[in-house]
């Protein structure tokens, strides 16, 4: 059992730093990336020797991840702010309407006289939301709602006991809420907060400063943002004041790698870091942490100006269990149905899916006729890790329909696919690719046996992006299928690569498919 779980542990971190694991007693610190997964937008918060962050999931749920961790490396999922947005043909997948890359974006996380508050704001409904709970890692939250939805704002609590809202892009305003946070205060205008917060990165710009984030440190306000000048990379703008209104000085704080868009955190022993994200290919947005000292009232980032490989801190023991897992189906009494670690592609019908029909197993059943695996209702996700990782399931498909396809998907919108496909009375193994954005056929194989085993290889190293298709008849031997996806991250998803599982109807309802278990490596 000792060695069992020591070549556990050895696989979880050469999957964390992709490193052989002889090298592995050889790691003693921190390394950048913290996290190679899709952990983009994050907020952080630290209660006494407790860090809290939130990020963003767009259109998956539940939605807006809460993490914690006890070190700034080694993060855990505790909760999430909702489990459904709101219900619209958006979010539901309905009426051929979908909200891919849009969904809730960056949110504020703050805690505040014994209460926790995560804010966000939505396109795809036009509101800004709080949800604020007394107990972050087990609920329950309250939620408020509210129009307009102030784009990337930053959820502030002023000292006097006053509440606002800092938002915008490129010319950033400020808005007072109510004392709860759960609305604008009545009679309350916008004043613009900092007209050109842009400047200090340089012209022309080609993203206007947004992601605000606002900190109080010693009697000075510190207002972070990116901004990207044309033909030049992601940059932290960091403005200064002595007050909340200004005026506000602004300089360039980082600008290397790209890596930007975040804010700063402090240790109990009293070091800085500032949590920052790197736009890194098909696995998506990855979260950095660089250190802080401080020159002149300023925060200082970087080593030199510079993003350092590797941190003062503890290694990392990798992203499994923690953020991406292997699942069963099993499941021990009282335990949650769906392990964190999961979350359904936009809103899920949950009379469609269950893991009590079959003890073991996931089943889902089909209750629609769809056209596009892209439209299809309750996909179940979870996050591809870097630099390479590998993830696989087994599928008992004799209750599948004619018309019905199942299987193994990795999802973007040039996504790839392996499954079971009945058509014409029998059944195929198909592999689909959807790498010119839209879906075609690379191959079929006639199935004569119900249960099947496909799995999906990611490479990500250097920003290769390449993900292989592979099936299986025993789950021992496996022969590739179908080409090689060149994976891309693309702005219409605006999310890394996610392995799915997927059961859908293409000519009549009431078939199903039982997986029976997902493993990641």
Known sequence: MINLKRNALFLALSCAFGIAAPAIAQVKQAQNPIIFADVPDMAMIRVGDTYYMSSTTMHMSPGVPIMKSKDLINWHLINYAYDTLASKDELNLTNGKSTYGRGSWASSLRFHKGTYYVSTFAQTTGKTYVYSTRDIEKGPWKVASFKPSFHDHSLFFEDDGRVYMVFGGGKLRIIELTADASGVKPGATEQVLIENASAPAGEPVGLPAEGSQLFKINGSYYLFNIAWPKGGMRTVVIHKAKSLFGPYEGRVALQDLGVAQGGLIDTPDGKWYSYLFRDFGAVGRIPYLVPVTWEAGWPVLGTAGKVPQTLPLPASKGLIPSLVASDDFSRRPGAPALPLVWQWNHNPDNA???????????????????????????????????????????????????????????????????????????????????????????????????????????????????????????????????????MAYTLPHFMGYRFGLFNYATKSVGGYADFDYFTIK
């Open 352 to 486: 469609l899916w269950s893991l009590n029909d079959r003890k073991g197993y996931l089943r889902l059943k089909t209750g629609r006729v769809d056209t596009s695996f892209s439209l299809a209702r309750n996909t179940l996700t979870q996050r591809t890790i870097g630099p390479t990782c590998s993830g696989a399931t087994a599928l008992d498909v004799s209750h599948l329909k004619e018309g019905d396809f199942a299987g193994l998907a990795l999802l973007q919108k040039r996504y790839g696919l392996v499954g079971v496909e009945y058509r014409n009375g029998a059944k195929a193994i198909v592999m689909v690719s959807a790498e010119s954005e839209r879906p075609v056929e690379m191959q079929r194989i006639s199935l004569a046996q119900n249960t099947v085993y496909f799995k999906a290889d990611c490479d990500f190293t250097e920003r290769k992006d390449i993900a292989n298709f592979y099936y299986s008849l025993d789950g021992k031997k496996w022969q590739p299928i179908g080409k090689p996806l060149k």
